[in-house]
Structures are given as structure tokens and as C-alpha cells.
């Protein structure tokens, strides 16, 4: 594998993002699903505090991760969230999710986080191991609730 770099999306690596989407779900993305996804990476490119960030190599996305910021009552400092990790199947075996998740914690103190959680969702790809690695501490299971 030739060198790759981590670097902030753009709004032009939309369709390379739709490529890589459409690879790890096995099946093409219908134009509803890409019009939606375009709308989300512009909100995110452009909401202080959100970030996107994407392995690349020769123009090709290899990876990318998500992450933001939030802010509690009682917290003096922000919390980083990374809810999202995906990588290309040909690179998931490779140096590339562990460089996403160091730029991503990176990017989170530039923010001024002084606590980051990593919320797993069905499309992230790192293991538990490899968090616990990077010093992350399973806590107490969260609840969720989807709003129609």
C-alpha cells in the first residue's frame, strides 16, 4: 500500500463518499440517499464543532470518520464525539482506521475537548480492543430512542 493522508472532507468528495458508501452496504445508493447525504456534509462542513475527516490516497477516499462537539450543564470544557468510522473493506486491515482515530482525537483537543466518547455505531469498524488501546474505557451502556 502506497502512503495516504488525513486531511478535513470537502464538499467535492461527495461522490467519492457515496462510492465508499455504496461499496461497504453492497448495493448502489439511490438518489434520495445521496441528495440526503450531500445535505448532511455540507451541515457538517459548515457547523462549528463538526467534523468530518477522510483517508485518501491518489484522489481515492480509503476512510472516513465523524466527529462533534457537545456541551453539558455542569462541564467546564466540551466532549468530543466520534459516532462514525468506516474504511473501505481493502483497507480495514491496514494503518488506515487507527490514523482516522488519531486525527480524530486530535481534532477534538483543537477543539478544546478534554474528553472524548466514541459511540459505536453498525457501520463502525474498529474493534474494542483497538479503543481500549488508544485508552478509551467501556462505560455504562446508553439508551436511545428514535423520534418520528
Same mark, same amino acid.
Given at each position: 500500500m502506497s502512503s495516504f493522508a488525513v486531511r478535513a472532507a470537502r464538499p467535492g468528495d461527495h461522490p467519492a463518499l457515496l462510492g465508499l458508501l455504496s461499496e461497504l452496504l453492497d448495493r448502489p445508493l439511490s438518489a *434520495? &440517499?445521496?441528495? !440526503?447525504l450531500n445535505?448532511?456534509?455540507?451541515?457538517?462542513?459548515?457547523? +462549528? /464543532?463538526?467534523?468530518?475527516? &477522510? #483517508?485518501? *490516497?491518489e484522489g481515492a477516499l480509503l476512510g472516513f470518520v465523524s466527529l462533534w462537539t457537545r456541551w453539558g450543564l455542569f462541564e467546564q470544557a466540551p466532549t468530543g464525539v466520534v459516532d462514525c468510522l468506516m474504511v473501505a473493506r =481493502?483497507?480495514? #486491515? %491496514?494503518?488506515? +482506521?487507527? =490514523?482516522?482515530l488519531e486525527? #480524530?482525537? /486530535? #481534532?477534538?483537543q483543537a477543539l478544546g475537548c478534554? $474528553?472524548?466518547? @466514541?459511540?459505536?455505531t453498525e457501520a463502525s469498524l474498529i474493534p474494542s480492543e483497538a479503543l481500549e488501546g488508544f485508552g478509551f474505557v $467501556? %462505560? !455504562?451502556? $446508553? @439508551? /436511545?430512542?428514535e423520534l418520528l
Open positions: *434520495e &440517499v445521496a441528495a !440526503a445535505t448532511n456534509l455540507l451541515r457538517v462542513l459548515s457547523t +462549528p /464543532g463538526s467534523t468530518l475527516l &477522510v #483517508a485518501a *490516497e =481493502a483497507y480495514q #486491515a %491496514s494503518a488506515v +482506521p487507527h =490514523a482516522l486525527q #480524530a482525537l /486530535g #481534532a477534538c478534554t $474528553r472524548v466518547e @466514541f459511540v459505536p $467501556r %462505560s !455504562a451502556e $446508553r @439508551f /436511545g430512542l
